[in-house]
Protein backbone atom coordinates (compact mmCIF):
# COMPACT_ATOMS: atom_id res chain seq x y z
CA UNK A 1 0.00 0.00 0.00
CA UNK A 2 1.42 3.15 -1.32
CA UNK A 3 2.17 5.84 2.05
CA UNK A 4 4.71 7.97 0.26
CA UNK A 5 2.81 10.23 -3.16
CA UNK A 6 5.32 11.32 -5.69
CA UNK A 7 4.37 13.32 -8.78
CA UNK A 8 5.02 13.46 -11.57
CA UNK A 9 6.07 10.30 -12.45
CA UNK A 10 7.48 11.58 -15.63
CA UNK A 11 9.29 14.55 -16.85
CA UNK A 12 10.66 15.21 -19.90
CA UNK A 13 12.18 18.51 -20.49
CA UNK A 14 15.21 20.54 -22.15
CA UNK A 15 18.34 21.69 -20.78
CA UNK A 16 18.52 25.16 -18.82
CA UNK A 17 14.57 24.40 -18.09
CA UNK A 18 13.31 24.40 -14.24
CA UNK A 19 11.86 21.52 -12.89
CA UNK A 20 9.67 20.70 -9.55
CA UNK A 21 8.46 17.52 -8.35
CA UNK A 22 6.41 16.73 -5.39
CA UNK A 23 6.45 14.45 -2.14
CA UNK A 24 3.87 13.57 0.61
CA UNK A 25 3.93 11.24 2.73
CA UNK A 26 0.59 9.97 4.55
CA UNK A 27 2.87 8.00 7.62
CA UNK A 28 3.17 10.65 9.97
CA UNK A 29 6.98 10.13 9.90
CA UNK A 30 8.97 13.11 10.72
CA UNK A 31 12.23 12.70 8.21
CA UNK A 32 11.45 12.83 4.75
CA UNK A 33 14.90 12.27 2.28
CA UNK A 34 15.84 12.70 -1.06
CA UNK A 35 17.55 9.89 -3.69
CA UNK A 36 18.99 9.93 -6.77
CA UNK A 37 19.06 6.79 -8.59
CA UNK A 38 20.88 6.94 -12.09
CA UNK A 39 20.83 4.77 -14.94
CA UNK A 40 23.06 2.24 -12.80
CA UNK A 41 20.56 1.81 -10.51
CA UNK A 42 23.18 3.23 -8.13
CA UNK A 43 21.25 5.23 -4.91
CA UNK A 44 22.64 8.38 -3.34
CA UNK A 45 21.58 10.43 -0.98
CA UNK A 46 20.86 14.13 -1.95
CA UNK A 47 18.90 16.01 1.24
CA UNK A 48 17.45 14.59 4.36
CA UNK A 49 14.78 16.85 6.61
CA UNK A 50 13.79 16.18 10.41
CA UNK A 51 10.44 17.87 10.79
CA UNK A 52 11.18 21.07 8.60
CA UNK A 53 14.72 21.42 9.46
CA UNK A 54 17.08 20.24 6.72
CA UNK A 55 19.67 17.66 8.56
CA UNK A 56 21.73 16.37 4.62
CA UNK A 57 22.32 18.26 2.51
CA UNK A 58 25.00 16.19 0.29
CA UNK A 59 27.42 17.36 -2.54
CA UNK A 60 25.18 18.11 -4.74
CA UNK A 61 24.85 20.93 -7.61
CA UNK A 62 23.56 25.08 -5.99
CA UNK A 63 21.01 24.41 -9.10
CA UNK A 64 19.07 21.62 -6.74
CA UNK A 65 17.37 22.93 -3.81
CA UNK A 66 14.54 20.86 -1.62
CA UNK A 67 11.40 22.83 0.41
CA UNK A 68 9.33 21.19 2.65
CA UNK A 69 6.46 23.28 3.98
CA UNK A 70 5.60 20.90 6.97
CA UNK A 71 7.15 17.51 7.83
CA UNK A 72 4.53 16.05 5.24
CA UNK A 73 5.67 16.88 2.20
CA UNK A 74 9.12 17.52 0.87
CA UNK A 75 9.43 19.12 -2.62
CA UNK A 76 12.65 19.01 -5.08
CA UNK A 77 13.48 22.21 -7.56
CA UNK A 78 15.97 22.39 -9.81
CA UNK A 79 17.02 25.38 -11.42
CA UNK A 80 18.24 24.90 -15.60
CA UNK A 81 18.83 21.31 -15.72
CA UNK A 82 21.60 19.23 -17.19
CA UNK A 83 21.91 16.23 -19.38
CA UNK A 84 23.51 14.61 -16.30
CA UNK A 85 20.23 15.66 -13.76
CA UNK A 86 18.83 12.53 -16.10
CA UNK A 87 17.69 10.14 -13.48
CA UNK A 88 14.45 8.18 -10.69
CA UNK A 89 14.29 10.82 -8.01
CA UNK A 90 13.00 8.85 -5.02
CA UNK A 91 11.22 10.24 -2.14
CA UNK A 92 11.36 8.25 1.04
CA UNK A 93 10.27 8.78 4.70
CA UNK A 94 11.43 7.18 8.20
CA UNK A 95 9.53 7.37 11.39
CA UNK A 96 13.00 9.34 13.02
CA UNK A 97 16.29 10.19 11.27
CA UNK A 98 18.11 7.42 10.54
CA UNK A 99 16.60 4.99 12.29
CA UNK A 100 14.96 1.83 10.72
CA UNK A 101 13.01 1.24 7.21
CA UNK A 102 13.02 3.40 4.50
CA UNK A 103 9.57 3.97 3.13
CA UNK A 104 9.83 4.70 -1.00
CA UNK A 105 7.68 6.20 -3.02
CA UNK A 106 7.42 5.44 -6.71
CA UNK A 107 10.25 7.63 -8.05
CA UNK A 108 9.85 11.16 -10.59
CA UNK A 109 11.71 9.78 -13.67
CA UNK A 110 13.44 12.87 -15.31
CA UNK A 111 14.45 12.98 -18.86
CA UNK A 112 16.69 16.04 -20.16
CA UNK A 113 17.00 16.29 -23.95
CA UNK B 1 33.56 6.65 -2.23
CA UNK B 2 30.86 3.96 -1.96
CA UNK B 3 31.11 2.70 1.36
CA UNK B 4 29.28 -0.30 0.87
CA UNK B 5 29.54 -2.68 -2.15
CA UNK B 6 27.90 -5.76 -3.21
CA UNK B 7 28.22 -8.81 -5.70
CA UNK B 8 27.52 -9.63 -7.94
CA UNK B 9 26.58 -7.10 -10.17
CA UNK B 10 23.62 -9.78 -11.90
CA UNK B 11 22.77 -13.62 -11.07
CA UNK B 12 20.86 -15.84 -12.96
CA UNK B 13 19.38 -19.28 -10.88
CA UNK B 14 16.71 -21.89 -11.61
CA UNK B 15 13.56 -21.81 -10.05
CA UNK B 16 14.03 -23.88 -6.55
CA UNK B 17 17.76 -23.21 -6.47
CA UNK B 18 19.39 -20.78 -3.35
CA UNK B 19 20.35 -17.14 -4.54
CA UNK B 20 22.72 -15.88 -2.90
CA UNK B 21 23.72 -12.23 -2.67
CA UNK B 22 27.26 -10.53 -1.25
CA UNK B 23 27.48 -7.74 0.45
CA UNK B 24 30.12 -5.77 2.40
CA UNK B 25 31.14 -2.22 4.25
CA UNK B 26 34.10 -0.17 5.16
CA UNK B 27 32.98 2.35 8.47
CA UNK B 28 33.07 0.17 12.18
CA UNK B 29 30.17 2.24 12.99
CA UNK B 30 27.49 0.97 11.12
CA UNK B 31 25.06 -1.47 12.90
CA UNK B 32 21.84 -1.50 10.83
CA UNK B 33 21.66 -3.19 7.97
CA UNK B 34 18.40 -3.02 6.05
CA UNK B 35 17.89 -5.22 2.41
CA UNK B 36 15.60 -3.96 -0.33
CA UNK B 37 13.83 -5.42 -3.21
CA UNK B 38 13.18 -2.80 -5.93
CA UNK B 39 10.87 -3.80 -9.03
CA UNK B 40 10.88 -2.04 -12.19
CA UNK B 41 9.31 1.05 -12.16
CA UNK B 42 8.91 0.86 -8.60
CA UNK B 43 10.68 2.43 -5.25
CA UNK B 44 12.60 0.05 -3.23
CA UNK B 45 11.15 -1.87 -0.45
CA UNK B 46 12.35 -3.38 2.47
CA UNK B 47 13.03 -6.85 2.72
CA UNK B 48 14.77 -7.94 5.77
CA UNK B 49 17.22 -6.44 8.18
CA UNK B 50 19.88 -7.71 10.77
CA UNK B 51 21.38 -5.36 13.97
CA UNK B 52 24.77 -5.85 14.06
CA UNK B 53 24.33 -7.45 17.29
CA UNK B 54 23.41 -10.79 15.73
CA UNK B 55 24.60 -13.09 13.00
CA UNK B 56 21.49 -14.43 11.59
CA UNK B 57 18.03 -13.09 10.72
CA UNK B 58 15.64 -15.59 8.99
CA UNK B 59 12.22 -14.51 7.23
CA UNK B 60 10.71 -17.25 5.78
CA UNK B 61 12.54 -17.95 2.81
CA UNK B 62 15.17 -15.38 3.27
CA UNK B 63 18.09 -15.43 5.54
CA UNK B 64 20.77 -13.06 6.34
CA UNK B 65 24.32 -14.13 7.58
CA UNK B 66 26.17 -10.99 9.38
CA UNK B 67 30.25 -11.41 9.54
CA UNK B 68 31.28 -8.66 11.90
CA UNK B 69 34.97 -9.34 11.71
CA UNK B 70 34.86 -8.90 8.13
CA UNK B 71 32.26 -6.22 8.00
CA UNK B 72 30.50 -8.72 5.03
CA UNK B 73 27.19 -10.28 5.01
CA UNK B 74 24.56 -12.33 2.39
CA UNK B 75 21.07 -12.67 1.41
CA UNK B 76 20.08 -16.37 0.93
CA UNK B 77 17.02 -16.47 -0.77
CA UNK B 78 15.73 -19.81 -0.42
CA UNK B 79 13.14 -22.20 -3.19
CA UNK B 80 13.51 -18.80 -5.77
CA UNK B 81 10.62 -18.36 -7.35
CA UNK B 82 10.45 -16.17 -10.61
CA UNK B 83 8.55 -13.67 -8.74
CA UNK B 84 11.55 -12.93 -6.97
CA UNK B 85 13.60 -11.51 -9.61
CA UNK B 86 14.14 -7.96 -9.02
CA UNK B 87 17.24 -5.73 -8.06
CA UNK B 88 18.26 -6.30 -4.10
CA UNK B 89 20.29 -3.74 -2.47
CA UNK B 90 22.01 -3.42 1.11
CA UNK B 91 22.02 -0.21 2.87
CA UNK B 92 23.95 0.47 5.88
CA UNK B 93 23.69 3.40 8.51
CA UNK B 94 25.08 3.59 12.09
CA UNK B 95 22.90 4.96 14.90
CA UNK B 96 25.27 8.32 15.12
CA UNK B 97 24.51 8.52 11.48
CA UNK B 98 22.00 10.29 9.38
CA UNK B 99 21.00 8.26 6.56
CA UNK B 100 21.04 4.92 4.97
CA UNK B 101 23.96 4.53 2.47
CA UNK B 102 23.13 2.29 -0.10
CA UNK B 103 25.16 -0.89 -2.05
CA UNK B 104 25.27 -0.89 -5.61
CA UNK B 105 22.56 -3.72 -6.20
CA UNK B 106 22.06 -6.97 -7.26
CA UNK B 107 20.26 -7.68 -10.41
CA UNK B 108 18.41 -11.24 -9.46
CA UNK B 109 16.84 -13.15 -11.83
CA UNK B 110 15.20 -16.25 -11.46
CA UNK B 111 14.35 -18.72 -14.31
CA UNK B 112 11.46 -20.77 -14.39
Known amino acids: ETAVFQTPNYHVTQVGNEVSFNCKQT?????MYWYKQDSKKLLKIMFS???????VNETVPRRFSPQSSDKAHLNLRIKSVEPEDSAVYLC????????????FGEGSKLTVL | QQQVRQSPQSLTVWEGETAILNCSYE??????FPWYQQFPGEGPALLIS?????DKKEDGRFTIFFNKREKKLSLHIADSQPGDSATYFC???????????FGTGTKLQVVP
Open chain 1, 92 to 103: ASSLQANTGQLY
Open chain 1, 49 to 55: YNNKQLI
Open chain 2, 27 to 32: NSAFDY
Open chain 2, 91 to 101: AASARSGTYQR
Open chain 2, 50 to 54: ILSVS
Open chain 1, 27 to 31: LGHDT
